[in-house]
Every structure is written in structure tokens, then in C-alpha cells.
């Protein structure tokens, strides 16, 4: 290895904290030198990842879901309705105070969700059955002022990619069928993204300020953490109770009317890099792999058939809607591997003098390191089925690597010794002072409530002794 390689090299994904930031850094996703504590900035390449994520998030809501933009700015009066939304967000939320020098009537706040700047105009637009069901979503940012420790990706004062969906419905029912679908939506987005979630009901201490109940799907990162990466609200008609959204039903009596909103940001990026990635940087699922395949001509002295059969094959790739890149730099071949495998390319195509005597290409696997050498006429085929095997194979390996780490477990001690590893699976007897004690004595506190509850299954909550047949996962969170 090269001086100037060694020196670029990644701290091995076991100091995870230290990997995640540097990789972060070199794989070119974010910049982390802004100067305003908790802000960042995204990469061209980094971006290019995400617009290749949040295509895949429009294409599954666009199905029932109109798109829309809401003002970041949200006045004080309209902020300040909902007094249980308000005591969950009053010590995150920015204002702003003045016009230039001028003091503002009324003071603005930048939305941290957008609630209370959607439902004062779902107000005039609700009249009546036909309505509903109204879903809108809008790709924003959000501000909150977070005091912890802010970190890229996961812990952000401004959350740059916040995709928020807000629907209303007709009955508590439609929305709770609702707050399942976003659910399914949500799971079916991560399987795309090669990322294996769980879902589960967020006990009532920890659900969305405002909700009747909360769904939220966690990924589980490297370091034995869960992080929340979707959340779906049930509202009830509580919003619109304090928005005066209402409809008239058949007899001609106003009716408020039922909502969900559900959340997605750019956590979901944090979560398949930090779950894929590896010492050598980046693996990138070819879904959102910005070069999915980079074509690397091994060059001698006069090579300009290898290179024309590379232009070829790289014509013939990008005609089957392949992301494609042919690296021609002056660079040696190993730091142009190394530059491709730091960038996550999940297909490497090397070609040269010798593969062409023998008509064939050599493919590499990013994700295995695996070659296999396939012939050059079929090499768009080859790539292609190569795509869609490394995919599977990451979905498939992630969720081996999440079903290894959720551990039954009896006793608090028990717990304690799992929680490095992962999410330990204990019964509940669905006290509270008991979630709560949990938190206290092992420093994690119940994540939440799964919807498939082992059949006839019964054990002992682990704090309190009684009998319960609940099971609930417990999680170290971010
Ligand atoms: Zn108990």
C-alpha cells in the first residue's frame, strides 16, 4: 500500500463512533466542519445518495400520497394551540424575533414539525366526506435546538431531508388503518434501502406529544444501539379539536375529523451506511448507489482496443439504466480500487489487454471482495444479476446479523449482559413505574411493544415479578 493510502485509511468499524465520523468524512457523504454546532453539509456525493433514497420514499408514497410545501415558519399564535405539542417541543424550538432591526408582532417559530403550519389550513380545506382521505407529504428541513451530544446524520439541530406525511380521515378507525399502512410503507422503503427495521407500539411515556399511540420502526447500528427510524402518529381528533378541523356527516352535523402523521429523515442514510459499511468504507446497496458499477481498464503501453471495449461495455451498461463510471485517471489501479471501494461502488469491472485476448471481463464484488471472470459478450446480463444477488445478499445478511442479536431474556442481570450486544426481549407487566425503574437500574428503557407476541407465551416482568404474557423489546437507544 502506497504512503498516501495508509494515511487515508479508515479506524477499524469496531471503534464504530470514530469510523462512522471519519467514513462519513472520506466516503464523501457529509462535511462536518461547518461552523454551527449540529449543522453539516452534504457532499455532491453525499447528496446524490440521498436523492437516490428519497426517490425511492416518493415512488411508495406517490401511489395515494400528493406531494406539497408547507412555510417553515410557523407564527407563535398557531405554534402555541396544542399545549401537550407544545411541552414536547418548547425547549427545541428556534424563534425568530425581529425583521432586520424591527421586533416582530408576532414572534415566528421554525418549525420543528409541521403540525401546527399543515392544520390550520387543512381547516379550510376539510369540508366534508368526500374530502377525505386527504394525504399530503413534503421533503423539508426542520430545526430543533438539541442539547445532547449532536451528531451527523442522527442528532441534528437542523434535519435537513424531514419527509413528513400528514393525513385526515373520516374515523378513528381509517386512521388507525392508516398508521398500520405508513407502517408497511416504511418497512417495504428500509427492505429497498437493504435495511432490516422493527416495528413497534412506543409505550404512552414515549409516544409523539399529542398522539393517541405511536408506531415507530428502529434499526439496530453496529454498536448494539437501536435507532428510530420512522415513526408513525395516530393523532385521534385531538389536532383537529384544537384546529377546528371538522366535516359534515349524512344527517348534517359537524364532525372533527381524525388524523395521522407519519416521519421519515435522513437517519435512514445513517442507518444503511453504518449497517453495510465495512473497514474499507462505504458498501452502498445499488438502489441508492450514486455508481453502481466503475469500470477500471488495466492499461499498459498501447491500449486503445482495451479502452474502445471498455467504452462499449460501459455504453451497453448505461443503455440498461446502469449508473456507470469509467475511472481513466492516471492513478495506479490500486488507488483507483481504493478510491471505488471508499465510495461504496458495489461493482468493480476491471478489463484489460489480457481479459480481451480471452473476450472476458473480470467482476468484483464490493460487498465480498469476491472476482468471478465472465465473458465480455454477456457482461451487461452478468452485471445486472450481479446487482440484484449483492442486494439480496446485504438484505439477507442484515437481517441474520439483527435476528442473532434480539435476545430472550429473564432477569435484569441478564439484560444488562445482552444490552452491548443488542435488543433483549423481556415480558412486561405494562406498568409504568416498572419502565421507568428499568431505565433507572440498566440505563435502557422499553423501545417498545411488537406486534407479533409469541402465541400463548407468559413469563415474569423482570422488575416486578408478576406474571405477564407482553413481550416488549428493551434497547440502548440514540
Ligand atoms: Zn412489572
Same mark, same amino acid.
Given at each position: 500500500m502506497a504512503e498516501q493510502e495508509k494515511e487515508a485509511a479508515l479506524p477499524s468499524k469496531k471503534n464504530f463512533s470514530e469510523w462512522y465520523n471519519d467514513l462519513l468524512q472520506k466516503g464523501e457523504v457529509? #462535511? $462536518?466542519?461547518? &461552523?454551527? *454546532?449540529g449543522l453539516y453539509v452534504w457532499f455532491p456525493f453525499g447528496f446524490n445518495i440521498r436523492r437516490n433514497v428519497y426517490d425511492i420514499m416518493r415512488g411508495l408514497l406517490d401511489k395515494d400520497h400528493q406531494e406539497t410545501m408547507f412555510p417553515l415558519l410557523i407564527p407563535e399564535n398557531e405554534f402555541m394551540k396544542e399545549a401537550e405539542h407544545i411541552k414536547g417541543f418548547e425547549d427545541e424550538v428556534y424563534w425568530v424575533t425581529h425583521g432586520g432591526t424591527t421586533p416582530l408582532d408576532v414572534k415566528l417559530a421554525?418549525? &420543528?414539525?409541521?403540525e401546527t403550519a399543515i392544520y390550520p389550513m387543512y381547516k379550510l380545506w !376539510?369540508?366534508?366526506?368526500? #374530502?377525505?382521505p386527504l394525504k399530503l407529504y413534503q421533503i423539508v428541513n426542520t430545526f430543533r435546538y438539541e442539547t445532547k451530544h449532536t451528531r451527523p446524520l442522527?442528532?441534528?439541530?437542523? !434535519?435537513?431531508?424531514f419527509k413528513e406525511a400528514h393525513t385526515v380521515h373520516a374515523t378513528w378507525e381509517d386512521a388507525a388503518a392508516q398508521v398500520d399502512e405508513a407502517i408497511r410503507i416504511y418497512t417495504e422503503f428500509y427492505r429497498q434501502l437493504a435495511v432490516p427495521v422493527l416495528a413497534s407500539r412506543r409505550p404512552d411515556w414515549d *409516544?409523539? &406529544?399529542?398522539?393517541d399511540y405511536t408506531i415507530a420502526t428502529d434499526a439496530l447500528m453496529p454498536d448494539g444501539k437501536t435507532l428510530q427510524v420512522g415513526t408513525a402518529h395516530h393523532l385521534g381528533d385531538n389536532f383537529a379539536r384544537t384546529f377546528d378541523i371538522t366535516y359534515e356527516d349524512a344527517e348534517g352535523e359537524q364532525i372533527y375529523a381524525f388524523q395521522t402523521c407519519y416521519g421519515v429523515s435522513e437517519r435512514s442514510i445513517a442507518a444503511l451506511i453504518s449497517i453495510h459499511g465495512d473497514d474499507k468504507g462505504l458498501v452502498l446497496p445499488p438502489a441508492v448507489a450514486p455508481v453502481q458499477v466503475v469500470i477500471i481498464p488495466i492499461i499498459f503501453k498501447k491500449s486503445d482496443d482495451v479502452l474502445e471495449a471498455c467504452e462499449t461495455v460501459k455504453a451497453d451498461l448505461e443503455a440498461a439504466g446502469v449508473r456507470v463510471k469509467m475511472d481513466t485517471s492516471d492513478n495506479r489501479p490500486g488507488a483507483k480500487y481504493y478510491k471505488w471501494e471508499m465510495r461504496g461502488v458495489p461493482v468493480r469491472l476491471e478489463l484489460g489487454p489480457r481479459d480481451l485476448k480471452k473476450n472476458a471481463v473480470m467482476l468484483v464484488r464490493r460487498d465480498t471482495g469476491e472476482k468471478e471472470q465472465v465473458s465480455l459478450d454477456n457482461a451487461t446480463d452478468e452485471v445486472l444479476s450481479l446487482l440484484d444477488a449483492i442486494h439480496d445478499d446485504l438484505y439477507s445478511k442484515a437481517r441474520a446479523d439483527l435476528k442473532e442479536r434480539i435476545f430472550e431474556c429473564e432477569n435484569l442481570e441478564d439484560i444488562r449482559e445482552k444490552l452491548p450486544v443488542g435488543i433483549a426481549k423481556i415480558f412486561w407487566c405494562g406498568n409504568k413505574d416498572c419502565g421507568l425503574k428499568l431505565e433507572d437500574d440498566i440505563g435502557a428503557g422499553i423501545l417498545g411493544i411488537p406486534d407479533e407476541q409469541s402465541e400463548g407465551c407468559s413469563g415474569k =416482568? &423482570? $422488575? =416486578?415479578?408478576s406474571d405477564s404474557s407482553t413481550q416488549v423489546y428493551v434497547a440502548r437507544t440514540y
Open positions: 457529509m #462535511d $462536518v466542519r461547518y &461552523p454551527v *454546532k421554525l418549525r &420543528p414539525t409541521s !376539510i369540508r366534508s366526506h368526500a #374530502d377525505m442522527i442528532r441534528l439541530r437542523e !434535519i435537513t431531508s *409516544k409523539f &406529544p399529542g398522539a =416482568c &423482570p $422488575v =416486578c415479578g
